[in-house]
């Protein structure tokens, strides 16, 4: 099996040199990991699937990877030190490695349990090869993959503001989920994402990032929605969402703009 399969089928060795999923030339991120929980495609994001309910399901598919893809961009633009993605689907995991990052096959979840649970059992499983495999990692951030307007530096700022405490939480748009956790690697107990998981994460000692809700719009505008995508629209969605949709995206804009600079 290869490291799509499982990262215990590979030595720490190699997973300790640098490789895809690892950035040496960012000293001040070199010790943060960052993992994403992604379903099955099939599976992801009924609520948008159900509130764009004329888009097909193959196109539904590939705007659900978009945006995981333009989260994971704006990731590793951050020089995150190693980036992570779990999921049992392996389109996901193809995409995730075509995007720098290194892939680990979920794990199955206990049984007759909710999907919200089934996340948090895949973050940890995350949580735990990135102790395992990179013992030089001091925090990881559990992130949702699905902020297509991310951006590298607002991952600076919130990661830079996180140093310090134990755990800290950045919540959505209206402050009652979760977007980022970021952890002392050594918390092994399980994530609070689902249902009001802002406040399950306050109340499991983790600190608000900005609770006024100023800071960081793009990192708290994840997409359940089509009113959440018309949101993430407005910051300036990721060139893979964008190219879903059919849209240009900001850098593709300022791209096109220099372009015809006088010529146009």
Known sequence: MGIMESMDSTSREDLASPGPGDVVDEPGFADVAAVMAVKHLDDAKSRLAASRASEPTDMHRALVLAMMRDTLEAVTAAGIGHVLVVSPDDDVLLAARAAGARGLREASGP??????????????????????????????????????????????????????????????????????????????????????????????????????????????????????????????????????????????????????????
Do not use: K
């Open 111 to 264: 049984a007759g349990v909710e999907a919200s649970q089934l996340l948090n059992h895949a973050f940890s499983q995350a949580a735990a090869a990135v102790r395992g495999h990179w013992p030089a990692a001091r925090m990881v951030m559990m992130i949702q993959a699905d902020l297509p307007a991310a951006t590298a530096a607002s991952l600076r700022s919130l990661v830079s503001a996180a140093r310090g405490h134990r755990e800290a939480v950045l919540t959505d748009r209206d402050g009652t989920g979760t977007t980022i956790l970021v952890r002392d690697t050594a918390v092994s107990d399980p994530p609070r994402f689902g249902a009001d998981s802002a406040a399950a994460h306050r109340g499991a000692g983790a600190v608000e990032l900005d609770p006024g809700r100023v800071r960081w719009p793009d990192l708290r505008t994840d997409v359940d929605t089509a009113a959440d995508l018309d949101a993430a629209a407005a910051l300036g969605l990721g060139r893979y969402t964008a190219g879903a949709l059919g849209r240009r995206s900001p850098a593709d804009q300022r791209a096109a703009a220099a372009a015809c600079r006088g010529q146009c």
